[in-house]
Nanobody, 127 residues
Framework: QVQLVESGGGSVQAGDSLRLSCAAS????????MAWFRQAPGKDRRFVAS????????HYEDSVKGRFTISRGNAKNTVYLLMNSLEPDDTAVYYC????????????????????WGQGTQVTVSS
């Protein structure tokens, strides 16, 4: 099992930036593909971005490409989501997710593929 704790959420204006962090713990945390999902009020949880445990392979949902960047820390057990040019439609609770994998280049983008989840952090963007 991997324990995940998100931080960095907050309330900002449209056009501002935020960086979310997800700290993973557990003896296999550095061997987990990681992802960010978000859930807006009244909507289903949706994929945002994912990264392999090696850190070299990433994948983004179309609406955040060019604005959001996912990355891993040097120790591989922290994942960041840098969000630039935020829009009101980015308002949601953001969740970090992880899945252990033997391949350093694998990443996943379906929620059912992840079996470890954080509690979420609220991001609110005002126009």
């Amino acid at each position: 099992q991997v324990q995940l704790v998100e931080s960095g959420g907050g309330s900002v204006q449209a056009g501002d930036s935020l960086r979310l962090s997800c700290a993973a713990s557990g003896h296999t945390a550095s061997s987990a593909a990681m992802a960010w999902f978000r859930q807006a009020p009244g909507k289903d949880r949706r994929f945002v971005a994912s990264i392999s445990w090696g850190g070299d392979d990433t994948h983004y949902e179309d609406s955040v490409k060019g604005r959001f960047t996912i990355s891993r820390g040097n120790a591989k057990n922290t994942v960041y989501l840098l969000m630039n040019s935020l829009e009101p439609d980015d308002t949601a609770v953001y969740y970090c997710a992880a899945r252990l994998t033997v391949n350093s280049r694998y990443f996943y983008w379906h929620s059912y593929e992840h079996n470890n989840w954080g509690q979420g952090t609220q991001v609110t963007v005002s126009s």
